[in-house]
């Protein structure tokens, strides 16, 4: 017997917020000068800072602590360091130190990781954990590693939410928990404060970047960023609100917010931040980053680019071409199209460097 009834009809809110949607980007990139531009990245730094709750964020003394110290068969010696980014919240990460080291301007990347990874541990590369080798195979997922066999230092963290910083709900020794991240629950805790993981971890990546500096070992005022899906995300973000990022490569994370998080709105919660689509778009935040050099990766079939596909991309990447052209600088930002889904391609590198 069946216990429900069929509904014929749904009344549903989702052509109502498309058309609220429109309305917004109130702080669009509108300059047509690098003048017009400056003023106005300095105004939307300031606000989109204060919207994803950075001013909310305490400081403290870092306390860097390295745990352990591994020299690896592929000759890289990796480094495991836990540093405070907020009175009481710590952040493990992997440094992974190549034999030989660029003297390039960019010695050091921040590599970032998104989703269904298990944090730090794929992007390092340790193929050594069954069901993280898996993935690193599943994404291309070692950046990280791929970029320190390059000769660069790179810095894999732990964003929060992934890895060893699971909160509660997934401190269990089971696959899916390891793998997965709390995103959801530390949204709820903390978007009624007036926080947003987008911005936790966007503050944590500039303690990181504080952390180089401190350690003073290597260059730490222009250091390169990479980062693939929600590593993507948090690229994006960082290098729009921190020049130190003077390189970032952006892969399977560029795309206009009403297709992608609107029309697909079963996202992870990291990517919803209250009140953003009032004052912008992707492109808009891609923007803040002219005339730095970035790199956009796009697959032509993932679906994360939401129902008209690259389309979705191609007209943010315009907005960001726009502030770029204000400088002349269009060779700056470069687009890598790949064939297939949702995937990191390390055959970005050798373009990248090349550029
Ligand atoms: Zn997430």
Redesign the pocket.
Known sequence: MNRIINIKKYYTCKEHLDKKFDSGRKSRLKAETKEEYLKWKEETRTLLKKVIGLDKMETCELNPETLEVIRLENGITREKVVIQVEPDVYMPFYILIPPVIKTDEIQCFLALPG?SGAGKYSIAGCYEIPAVADKIKEFNYDYGMQLALLGYVVLCPDIR?FGERREEALQTDDESAFIN?T??HLSHMAEPLGQT?TGMNTWDMMRLLDYLKKRNEWKYDKVGCVGFS?GGMLTLWLSALDDRIQQAIISGYLYGYKDSLLTLNGN????YIPHLWEYVDMGDIGALLAPRQVMIQSCRDDHLNGPRGLINVYEQLEIMKKAYRLFGAEENIKHDIREGGHRFHNEVFPLFFHC
């Not at 992870?268 to 990517?271: A, E, L, P, T, V």
């Open positions: 989703h939410g991240s995103c959801f993981v929600g992870c919660s990291c990517n």
